[in-house]
Structure formats: structure tokens, C-alpha cells
């Protein structure tokens, strides 16, 4: 029996995850890419001795077990944060307050509320009976609560660590369903965190090492895909360089600004094109900016601004996370430090990078109903999926929903095969 052609589009972490289990079921896979190496938004970088995050930076071992698991099969060792993290300070209206732990939320009529609220719907699903009241705007959410003003603007500020963006721009169900997955709102602001030892981009190019030891994968780099389209029972994905390739089944493990901005063709029905446009870009419009420290310092969050700042783990760097077009003097300042642009030693602006059109996941208003939508299509037609942190139900945003997304969706896939 010939066995099936199946592509991949994109080889950050989903998708090599995606192919690394497909392969572990005897199946041989083509994955696109449109850099010149893989990881997507894993992307570490040795700069002056540092390793600085230009993606994805933590994990939490409590709770992203996939994580854990493929760091322990190849052998990556947790990073501790450094003792500068141990302590943030609150920066509002010019002057800096230091924060200690959040007990002042533990038992508090805020926190009664939110764990209440976030325990309304499933949130191992994008949308459920009872979420739909809760698709507004954090801001407006945070606004009908009860409670201290001074708990509300510190949650707010603490949750641009999660977010990459203001409390009007994404919505209210996005953060509860995050703050479900970690099992309340205490969890959620206390629990462990790791980065990886060496850098995240460590899990992608060791799962890309055994595909390809293995032979069991190919991977085309510098492979920009313009369109996707099917003609009879095959997929074709048309590429910026005109090319055109067909498969029996296709993984779209491409970053939701990036797939949303595609042309999806007449072939594949009215659906897909109208669900692509009307899904749009999330809320994250996060820009990373690191500059040389003296010494370093703890970190700072505000609720004047979503950016928020920290020291890497060396030491040597510190490292500014702004929306992409705000000015970074400005938002600095905000934060109670003098940073110009003749201090950047390295920034990565994810809005502007072709292969991502924006950082990790942040959903805005009325996007949930729609990712829900395009996953039970994922989960009825498996043959067509799409695939990433972006799209993931579970840890939407994180490197957990990333692997959990690119392996699932093999998983269903196989089983479509086996049942052909």
C-alpha cells in the first residue's frame, strides 16, 4: 500500500512535534519553512555570553507536562530565574513601589470573583456553555467587578506578563481560561517557573536532529507559502516562489496572523477562506528590546503600560518588552528606567518578522467563538488542520500548547488514515 504524502507548513514547534509523532507511527513527512532554520517563535540566541529569548522564554513543571516530558527525552535541564525575579516592582504615575508575593489577592473579594467566573466553562475547550458572557474586554470585565481599585490595577499590570497587550485590546475569557488551566488565580500568579537551560530553541533543533537522523522527515527551508487550495482529494499549497506541491494531507502549523494572511483558495469551499478572514490577528502586538546593565535589576510591570521589564539570566542584559509601535523611551520610563535606542544592543520586533506577523497568542474579542470553530474542523476533517500554540484549546500561547497541538493533531490524523 503507497502511503500517504503529508505536509507540514512551518517547523517550529508544533510542527516538528506534529511530525515527530507521526514518524514515531511509521510515516514519513515534508515540512515548509520559510526561515532558514526551525524553532519559529523558540528562538534563543547567544549574544556576548548571554542567551537572550527573542520567543518563547518559561514553562511551568506543575503544569505543562509534554514540556517536562520532551525536555527530559533529550536530556535539557531546567534554568532556575534569577534572584532578580524574585522580586517586582510597580511602576504607576512616575513613582515605583516594590511588590512581594500576591497574598493581598488570596481570599479577597477579587480573587472570589475571578476563581468563580473562571470555573463557568471548560476550559479545555476555546468556547463552551457559559463563556460567552465573558468574550469582553479584560478592562470592561475587571470594570463590573467588585473590589479594591488598587488589586484591580496591580492584577492588571501583573497580567501583561501574560498578554503583550493594553486591558481594552484582548479579551476577558482568554485570561479566566488561562487562569482555569492553572487551577485558580493564586496558581496562576504563583506558580513555579523555568526557563530552559541554554535556550528553548534547544527542544526544537533536538526533535529536528532525530527526524532527521531517523530519515524521517524533510525539511525545506526558505519555503514561503502564498496560498492553499485542493483539487480533488489533494491539497495544493502554492509558494511565493511559484512552485506548487500536493499532499494527501496538510498540517497548518503556521502562526494565526501568518495562515490568516494567506490566500485560502475556491477549491477548499466557502468555509475556509470566510472563517481566515474573519479570525484576522490576535491582540499581541509584543516587540523585545535587551540593552547592557551595570548590575542587574528586578523586574517591573505597570498598569499605565503593557510593556513590562526584566534582567536575563546572566545578568549582563536587561530586556524591555513594548508593543511594537510604541516608543521605547516612553515606554521605558514608564517603567522607571532610562533606555534609548543608543543603548539596544539586540531587538526583535515579532509584528514586523514575516514567519510570525506577531508574538504568542493573545486573543481579542470575538476570536474565541471563531478558534473554536476552526478546531472541530481540525477535529471533523483531519486530513486539513491547523496546528501551534496559536490554535491550541490547551496552553494557548505557550510552548505546552504548541507540543500538545502538534502531537494531537498527528494523532488524529493517523487514526483518519487508519480507518481509510
Not at 503544569?63 to 525536555?71: G, L, S
Amino acid at each position: 500500500m503507497k502511503q500517504p504524502s503529508i505536509l507540514i507548513l512551518g517547523a517550529g514547534l508544533a510542527g516538528l512535534s506534529a511530525a515527530e509523532t507521526l514518524s514515531d507511527a511509521g510515516f514519513r513527512v515534508v515540512l515548509l519553512e520559510s526561515k532558514s532554520e526551525v524553532g519559529g517563535r523558540t528562538h534563543s540566541q547567544r549574544l556576548d555570553g548571554a542567551v537572550i529569548e527573542r520567543g518563547a522564554e518559561f514553562y511551568h513543571p506543575d503544569h505543562h507536562a509534554r514540556v517536562v516530558q520532551r525536555m527530559a527525552a533529550f536530556g535539557l535541564t531546567p534554568l532556575l530565574l534569577p534572584k532578580s525575579a524574585e522580586v517586582t516592582w510597580l511602576c504607576e504615575a512616575g513613582a515605583a513601589r516594590r511588590l512581594g508575593d500576591w497574598d493581598s489577592f488570596k481570599g479577597s473579594l477579587l480573587s472570589q470573583q475571578i476563581n468563580r467566573d473562571s470555573g463557568r466553562f471548560d476550559p479545555s475547550l476555546w468556547w463552551s456553555e457559559g463563556a460567552a458572557e465573558f468574550d469582553i474586554s479584560w478592562q470592561d470585565y475587571l470594570d463590573r467587578l467588585e473590589g479594591d481599585e488598587d488589586d484591580k490595577r496591580r492584577l492588571k499590570a501583573l497580567l501583561h506578563t501574560l498578554t503583550g497587550s493594553t486591558a481594552a485590546h484582548h479579551s476577558a475569557l482568554g485570561v479566566l481560561r488561562e487562569i482555569a488551566q492553572f487551577g485558580g488565580l493564586d496558581e496562576a500568579l504563583n506558580a513555579n517557573e523555568y526557563r530552559i537551560k541554554g535556550g528553548t530553541l534547544q527542544l526544537s533543533t533536538a526533535i529536528e536532529t532525530r527526524l532527521l537522523d531517523e530519515g524521517a522527515a524533510e525539511i525545506r527551508f526558505g519555503a514561503s507559502v502564498k496560498s492553499i487550495d485542493r483539487a480533488t482529494s489533494r491539497y495544493q499549497v502554492t509558494l511565493e516562489e511559484g512552485g506548487i506541491i500536493e499532499a494527501d494531507a496538510l498540517l497548518v502549523a503556521l502562526p494565526l496572523n501568518v495562515a490568516t494572511s494567506l490566500t485560502w483558495r475556491d477549491g477548499l469551499g466557502e468555509v475556509y477562506p470566510s472563517l481566515m478572514a474573519r479570525l484576522g490577528s490576535h491582540a499581541n502586538r509584543s516587540r523585545k528590546h535587551w540593552f547592557s546593565v551595570s548590575q542587574p535589576f528586578e523586574d517591573r510591570i505597570s498598569s499605565d503600560t503593557s510593556s513590562i521589564a526584566f534582567t536575563e539570566d546572566s545578568g549582563q542584559l536587561g530586556c524591555v518588552i513594548a508593543p511594537s509601535e510604541a516608543s521605547l523611551e516612553r515606554e521605558a520610563g514608564l517603567l522607571s528606567l532610562d533606555v534609548n535606542a543608543e543603548r539596544i544592543v539586540s531587538d526583535h520586533d515579532w509584528v514586523e518578522d514575516p514567519a510570525a506577523k506577531g508574538a504568542w497568542m493573545t486573543p481579542r474579542v470575538g476570536q474565541i467563538p471563531l478558534l473554536h470553530e476552526v478546531h472541530q474542523l481540525s477535529i471533523n476533517q483531519p486530513r486539513l488542520q491547523w496546528v501551534g500554540g496559536d490554535w491550541s484549546p490547551a496552553w494557548a500561547g505557550w510552548m505546552e500548547g504548541a507540543i500538545r497541538s502538534g502531537e494531537d493533531a498527528a494523532v488524529r490524523l493517523i487514526r483518519s488514515f487508519s480507518r481509510a
